[in-house]
């Protein structure tokens, strides 16, 4: 059995233990045995990335272009190889797996050219005769925290702006899949990032993440995953002084109107609350569907959603890969369960046989915004359907979530599709597309409860991982 440990300073470090990395589409095959990092591997990680750190923020911008560079084509290069990983560690299908790689190869090679453009300001004082200068800085040591179910885009898109910019970084992926994390920790070595820069350290989050959090010796934290634990991280980073970046839950609103095309509709509600087994935060898990086109467009739904084959994630006939592990499955389950108690008809939605966690994509008819289905982020194949009078109430229902992430509208009014883009409450707005699926050029994050602080990827990233300083020129 293959046995992958912590990179720390620049060494393959053991854990205090190692545990095993297993398949959801099959339990009886373990990928690897990852290091568990204790306290005192997150305490020598961030002494490891303080030592660095004057040696990496004086750099300057073509070495930190060259690692990412680099970086970004090995991923490239090994994309299927890389994808063939992912999937069989988190679940997803194997054309999803290798486009996550894809992307995160695209991210680095992003995040090396903003290493270049990272310029600052000049301008004139009020004071005649005087110039200020603003610039950016790096903001120190950064430490990552990142959740199961995009196991190498959002590692990459946290750890690749916080190069770039100059900090030096901690990265502590999910317990469930830190294989993906791994790679990347080994592919920045192999790319010449000097050692103490990239620190990786696998582990439990109640230990080697709460660690980082507490660690007097790391500036900032970017957190993605549940609000619980995010609500906690923001509590501790107050005390600590630490900046923090969090990127939690959605209950995403997906608006269908009479005047949508419905089987352009169906699709996009259809990728939108079932791929990736429906275990993205943007999902959409409220179909919102006015009168008129209510009835029509459950037909069409219910009949893609039947003809979606569930199965092990490598299978070429597979549209809908595994849930994650037991927790997850059990957890989709009581919400099914949930839905028939609060009064809707379930399609879909039972458990698959097989030798991994499989279950068939759930639509929750005749739901209401007020159940609890409706309200709390299932983060599994489900979806509740809920009937409308017109585009006002839909707008209104939408809006009524404590998530504001990802918000869409299917329809063929102008305007519409233009009012609901600028009063949905969510950071990210789709007209005639599904919820789910982003660029890596622009920001991404949300309203409300879904996230706390800048903006990640694009341009906007530098704001989280750089701190700027304004200096004043008197010749
Ligand atoms: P989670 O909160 O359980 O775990 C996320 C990470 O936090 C893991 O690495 C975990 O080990 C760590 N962690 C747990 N307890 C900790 C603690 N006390 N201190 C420090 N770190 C700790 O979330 P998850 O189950 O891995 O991911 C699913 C959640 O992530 C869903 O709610 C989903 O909506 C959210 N998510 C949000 C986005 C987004 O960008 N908005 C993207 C993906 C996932």
């Given at each position: 059995m293959d046995t992958y440990k912590n990179l720390i300073a620049g060494q393959w470090v053991d854990g205090v233990q190692f545990a095993p990395n297993i398949n959801?589409?099959?339990?009886?095959?373990?990928?690897g045995l990852f290091a568990r990092a204790d306290g005192g591997a997150v305490d020598a990680a961030a002494e490891a990335a303080r030592a660095a750190l004057p040696g990496w923020s004086a750099a300057g911008p073509q070495m930190r272009h060259n690692v990412l560079d680099a970086a970004g084509n090995l991923i490239m290069a090994r994309r299927e190889e890389l994808g063939r990983l992912l999937s069989r560690e988190e679940g997803k299908t194997l054309p999803e797996g290798i486009g996550e790689v894809t992307r995160a190869a695209q991210i680095f090679k992003f995040f090396a050219g903003e290493a270049l453009r990272l310029a600052g300001e000049m301008l004139p004082s009020v004071r005649a005769g005087i110039d200020v200068m603003i610039e950016r800085q790096p903001v120190g040591v950064v430490g990552l925290i990142t959740p199961w179910n995009f196991p190498i885009a959002i590692p990459a898109w946290k750890a690749a702006p916080a190069l770039a910019c100059g900090n030096c970084v901690l990265l502590k992926p999910a317990e469930l899949t830190p294989g993906c994390a791994w790679e990347i920790a080994n592919i920045l070595k192999q790319s010449g990032c000097p050692d103490g820069v990239f620190n990786l350290v696998m582990g439990e989050g109640s230990v080697a993440g709460a660690r980082m959090v507490a660690h007097p010796g790391i500036d900032a934290i970017s957190f993605t995953g549940s609000i619980a634990t995010g609500r906690d991280i923001a509590v501790q980073c107050a005390q600590t002084h630490k900046r923090v970046q969090l990127e939690m839950g959605g209950k995403n609103p997906m608006l269908v109107l009479d005047d949508a095309d419905l089987d352009a509709a169906v699709d996009a509600c259809v990728n939108g609350a079932f791929f990736s087994t429906g275990q993205r935060c943007t999902a959409s898990s409220r179909l919102i569907v006015t009168d008129a086109a209510h009835d029509a467009f459950v037909d069409k739904l219910a009949a893609a959603t039947d003809r979606l084959i569930v199965g092990d994630a490598l299978n070429p006939d597979t549209h809908i890969g595994p849930v994650v592990d037991q927790n997850q499955l059990t957890q989709n389950l009581s919400y099914i369960a949930l839905a028939r108690e609060e009064g809707c008809e379930v399609t879909g939605g039972g458990e698959v046989d097989g030798p991994g966690f499989f279950q068939r994509p759930a639509i929750f008819l005749g739901a209401s915004n007020q159940m609890r289905i409706s309200r709390e982020e299932i983060f599994g194949p489900c979806a509740s359907v809920i009937r409308v009078a017109d585009y006002e109430e839909g707008l209104a229902v939408a809006n009524d979530s404590e998530f504001g992430l990802s918000a869409g509208i299917c329809t063929a009014s102008l305007r519409c599709a233009n009012h609901f883009r600028r009063h949905a409450k969510a950071g990210m707005v789709m007209v005639n597309l599904p919820t789910a699926g982003v660029d890596y050029h622009v920001p991404f994050g949300g309203t409300k409860r879904s996230s706390c602080g800048p903006r990640e990827q694009g341009a906007y990233a530098r704001e989280f991982y750089t701190v700027v300083k304004t200096s004043y020129w008197s010749p």
């Open positions: 959801p589409s099959n339990t009886g095959e373990v990928i």
